[in-house]
């Protein structure tokens, strides 16, 4: 009897040992073509025009014209149900009123907004066969600073708008940072002015290849990454494929989805304050909850993973319906939002029509070859930094992180703030990123 229990138990444990090692065997990167086409048509007619050109923001009157046509339409919505706010989505009358904001003041605004979205430099290229569009802001009197290049990546249902107030924090740095910043952030593939692909199979890690080749075509070879929602994801798989281009990854919205980051995550359920300043604690515990909540706010994940052009078809076609879908979103993880920063983010999706091309990302990161890349599990070495703000979706802790960010050197929790941390609380954003990129630069 005595040796089939030291059998059983020697079996048991060689299992769990085996399963553990199988978790945590960090795979190699995978080799990607780092010049494939994703552009319309026949690559062999392609010739890739590599000039950097200066593009300003312009809609014609009839474009503008048509745009207040459909905003003059009445909208005719079924009345909320009686003491209910947006617990079944957008609430109607909210939707009506801030439909009505849009028609007669924003529009009456109209070339005012288009100057705003015009003060910051814009710039087209081409790169793998897609027309790229970026921010470039170079930083003001940067003298006796160290002068650091960063890609700022936004997310979805973001712009390079998030970022209008941040920039130029970033590229106006005060007396005592050691360091000033050299901006380059552009629109995702496929998002705004930014051309998606025409081929399948363009997910978050060949997005990472075009944005490491862009910063390649405006001369740095060098550089820092900021990031947030697919931001944060396509960041990290930069961070990961070209750690020779990479000196930093900081990124507000810090995410591992592994088997062994999910046993950890509930291992750390028993015990919250073992791994988490007791004060934070709700920002991650107990699971049941905050996984009733993401089950509550990801549906359109799951729409967008499936059928993208549907719901993009639909979207494109009613400006109105665009801007619920969004505002529903806004609504969830940024309240206090400023009425005409996001009608500008919803200006970009509805005069670029591009709706529709951004929600394929979502469909192109769920397929099995993107899946099979396995870059969760390829460590990424590059020094990292996570800031966490209260009402984001979702967090991840170190001892997960760690797993996968082997050099996790600045972690963060914050009572403020949410998803669309660069919009909302740009400030504490500001010093969290200066300050893990200050430390590496005065070491």
Known sequence: MKALTAIFLAITIAGIAYVYLKLTKPLPAPDLDHNQYWGKGDESLYKEDTTIKAQEIFYDDVTIKRLRARLNETVDLHAPLEGVNNEYGINANKMVSFVKYWRDDYMTRWPERLAFLNSLPHFLTEIQGLRIHFIHVKPHNPEGKRVVPVLLLHGWPGSVREFYEFIPMLTNPNKESPVAFEVIAPSLPGYGWSEGASKQGFGPAEVAVVLRNLMLRVGHKKFVIQGGDWGSIIGSNIATLFPQNVVAYHSNFCVVRTPLSTIKLLIAS?????????????????????????????????????????????????????????????????????????????????????MTTAVRLYAEAMTKRQTALGLMNVPTAVPTACARFWNDIAHTIDWQLKDKYTRLMQSTYYEKGGHFAAMEVP?????????????????
């Open 427 to 443: 400030d504490i954003l500001l010093h969290d990123f200066v300050t893990f990129i200050s430390l590496l630069y005065t070491q």
């Open 270 to 354: 028993l015990w919250p304050t073992a791994f988490i300043d007791e004060k934070f604690v709700p920002m991650v515990f107990p699971l049941g909850e905050k996984l009733k909540t993401m089950i509550e706010e990801t549906g359109y994940f799951h729409i967008q993973a499936t059928k993208p052009d549907t719901i993009g078809a639909v979207l494109t076609l009613s400006p109105t319906g665009l801007a619920a879908y969004i505002l529903e979103k806004f609504d969830s993880f940024y309240p206090n939002y400023d009425d005409d920063a996001l009608l500008d983010n919803i200006m970009i999706y509805t005069l670029t029509k591009s």
